[in-house]
């Protein structure tokens, strides 16, 4: 049982370059989630999936897209890259138990760098 | 919208010490509360979570913390800091409705002196 995986650990892109950030869990979870960490800010959602074929803006969603492809599996997409998404980018899942509210778990993150 | 503060930014605390990692939060309802912890170079991992109930919730490693309504905290402390113990630590606030987005705080980094 993996958890939740991201490739790749690491990327340095140029300005204006794309790229997609893959997550996958195996835990037969409803619910996805990227996130970026920034220093001092903490970590903010950029974009959610509720269940599989639904997906929702989150705080800071401009310059991104995402896809749920599957139930395992929820991409992020950067289309043009720019300096200031330069980040950490996590993904994290969630089971949508009813009555109760389940914590998120979380990918080991994919260190980006925009030159 | 829900909000997390987390007013200390670095804590350094010796060996042994007890801890208090201060959190405050703004929600209209009811909060879901929890603490993550991070070591460096990894991803989130929760320490302990509060729903309802008893409002002083154990979790792992040792730690605890109070929900406080009155005072809007859900502070994080630990009778006896180890090295190991040193990472950054956040509290976030869960919102029920619209995915159960979590609203972070913007953490605090310990560093524990032998």
């Known amino acids: 049982n993996a958890g939740v995986t991201q490739t790749p650990k690491f990327q340095v892109l140029k300005t204006g370059q794309s790229m997609t950030l893959q997550c996958a869990q195996d835990?037969?979870?409803?619910?996805m989630y990227w996130y970026r960490q920034d220093p001092g800010m903490g970590l903010r959602l950029i974009y959610y999936s509720a269940s599989e074929g639904t997906t929702d803006k989150g705080e800071v969603p401009n310059g991104y897209n995402v896809s749920r492809l599957n139930k395992r599996e929820f991409s992020l997409r950067l289309e043009s890259a720019a300096p200031s998404q330069t980040s950490v980018y996590f993904c994290?899942?969630?089971?949508?138990?009813?009555?109760?509210?389940?914590?998120?778990?979380f990918g080991p993150g994919t260190r980006l760098t925009v030159l | 919208a829900q909000s997390v503060t987390q007013p200390d930014i670095h804590i350094t605390v010796s060996e042994g010490a007890s801890l208090e990692l201060r959190c405050n939060y703004s929600?209209?309802?009811?909060?879901?509360l929890f603490w993550y912890v991070q070591s460096p170079g990894q991803g989130l991992q929760l320490l302990l979570k509060?729903?309802?109930?008893?409002?002083l919730v154990q979790g792992i490693k040792g730690f605890e913390a109070e929900f406080k309504r009155s005072q809007s905290s859900f502070n994080l402390r630990k009778p006896s800091v180890h090295w190991s113990d040193a990472a950054e630590y956040f509290c976030?606030?869960?919102?029920?409705?619209?995915?159960?987005?979590?609203?972070f705080g913007g953490g605090t980094r310990l560093m524990v002196k032998p």
């Open positions: 835990m037969n979870h409803n619910s």
């Open positions: 509060y729903f309802s109930g008893d409002t």
């Open positions: 976030a606030v869960g919102a029920p409705n619209a995915g159960n987005m979590l609203t």
């Open positions: 994290a899942s969630r089971d949508r138990g009813a009555g109760s509210y389940n914590e998120q778990f």
């Open positions: 929600y209209g309802a009811t909060p879901y």
